[in-house]
């Protein structure tokens, strides 16, 4: 037990998988303690915390750590759910992980629908929003200043889409895995993603455009001197790439120089995410091939 610089009583050990504990008794007087409400205003989408659910490797072994910390723990729907001591109502349920889980804090609304809008809505995730740069005449990248994303008007599968680098990822394994998610499920079948994986523009060539909208982007040409198709979904490479992905590989790309990569004969696929104009711009394709043959050179 020490005292901390705010002035409360605190007390912290490792769990099984490394993280840390740490129990803290706020002390009349102390920083949290004084601060405690002043920065909560009425439009706030709970006034309590009523558990976390955590992602764990052992579950077992955290139940019999958090059991001896006085914590009652009880199975539910195959994960382990924990009361908290001197606080029953505060839980923390323990469940299997997957790649690229995270901890999840759960409060109690009235209305979840509309607790979500007023998150949005606040700029809950706005500060992990990239801003978005254009290129200038005189070759400089121009940045744009950060807005809030106003509502869709229509959903369409060709674009608008804000995700993050490890979300794109856990898609690109899938694919890998033939329809496989991380821990198994059945996404897609797997003759569907080999119908994906399967050239279907005949002799038609893919992936060369002549922009309408230099601005916007610039000419397309991904595989200079050869011929790629078009599968259901994915731009394929019909010969390697020197250095970098092998034949039969899967590809497509977004506006703002965000590209990605699947390459099922050495089970390897890459992303890379700029936000700038125009597409296609060389330099961030020039980005985009330095990234891959470090990749294949790793």
């Not at 029953?88 to 109690?108: C, D, I, K, N």
């Not at 005449?137 to 744009?144: A, M, Q, R, T, W």
């Amino acid at each position: 037990m020490r005292k901390a610089a705010a002035g409360n009583l605190i007390s912290s050990t490792n769990d099984p998988e490394g993280r840390v504990t740490e129990f803290t008794q706020y002390m009349p007087g102390s920083r949290h303690t004084l601060d405690r409400g002043q920065h909560l205003g009425a439009n706030r989408v709970s006034t309590e915390l009523m558990g976390i659910d955590l992602p764990v490797r052992e579950g077992a072994a955290e139940k019999e750590f958090y059991s001896d910390l006085g914590f009652e723990a009880q199975a539910v729907n195959g994960n382990v759910r924990l009361s908290a001591p001197g606080a029953p109502g505060m839980v923390l349920e323990l469940r299997s992980t997957h790649p690229g889980a995270q901890p999840q804090f759960l409060f109690p609304v009235d209305d979840a629908r509309k607790a979500a809008d007023e998150l949005k809505n606040s700029g809950a995730k706005f500060d992990r929003l990239v801003a978005e740069s254009d290129r200038q005449p005189d070759g400089k990248l121009k940045e744009n200043p950060r807005k809030q994303p106003a509502p869709p008007k229509a959903f369409n599968g060709g674009g608008g889409l804000y995700s993050t680098a490890p979300d794109y990822v856990r898609f690109m394994q899938m694919i890998l895995r033939r329809g496989r998610g991380g821990d198994g499920a059945v996404i897609l079948q797997p003759k569907t993603v080999d119908m994906m994986a399967t050239i279907q523009t005949g002799d038609l060539s893919a992936g060369k455009l002549k922009t309408a909208r230099p601005a916007i982007s610039s000419d397309v040409d991904f595989h200079p001197g050869f011929k790629d198709g078009f599968g259901f979904g994915f731009l394929i490479n019909s010969v390697a790439y020197d250095g970098r992905r092998s034949a039969g590989s899967l590809a497509w790309a977004g506006i703002w120089n965000t590209y990605f990569w699947i390459d099922p004969k050495k089970d390897v696929a890459g992303v890379i995410m700029m936000q700038f104009l125009p597409f296609a711009d060389k330099e961030g394709l020039a980005a985009l091939g330095d990234f891959e043959r470090a990749v294949y050179a790793s």
